[in-house]
Nanobody, 125 residues
Framework: QVQLVESGGGLVQAGGSLRLSCAAS????????MGWFRQAPGKERECVAS????????YYADSVEGRFTISRDNAKNTGYLQMNSLKPEDTAVYYC??????????????????WGQGTQVTVSS
């Protein structure tokens, strides 16, 4: 099992920045890829970024490309999502997820075995 704990959410004005963290514990050696997802009220959960846990290849949703940066620190077993130029439409609960079955990053939530509890991000206009 892998346990994930997100932190760093909060309230920020449009144009501001936040950095989310995702700390992993447990069988972290099985963590092969990571994704950041978000879910706004009344909307489906969507992946905003995904990264392999080796090599650093990262992929982004069109809606956040150029504004968000996903990264990971292998030594600390921690993943990050740096969010810049935030917009009100970025308001959502953000979740990190870990994939144990493959190093290949993916936007499909069903491919991730472990999930954090989520952290609220609210962007005011």
């Amino acid at each position: 099992q892998v346990q994930l704990v997100e932190s760093g959410g909060g309230l920020v004005q449009a144009g501001g920045s936040l950095r989310l963290s995702c700390a992993a514990s447990g069988r972290t050696f099985s963590w092969k890829a990571m994704g950041w997802f978000r879910q706004a009220p009344g909307k489906e959960r969507e992946c905003v970024a995904s990264i392999t846990w080796r090599g650093g290849s990262a992929y982004y949703a069109d809606s956040v490309e150029g504004r968000f940066t996903i990264s990971r620190d292998n030594a600390k077993n921690t993943g990050y999502l740096q969010m810049n130029s935030l917009k009100p439409e970025d308001t959502a609960v953000y979740y990190c997820a870990a994939r144990a079955g493959s190093y290949y990053p993916t936007f499909a939530p069903d491919e991730y075995e472990y999930w954090g509890q989520g952290t609220q991000v609210t962007v005011s206009s």
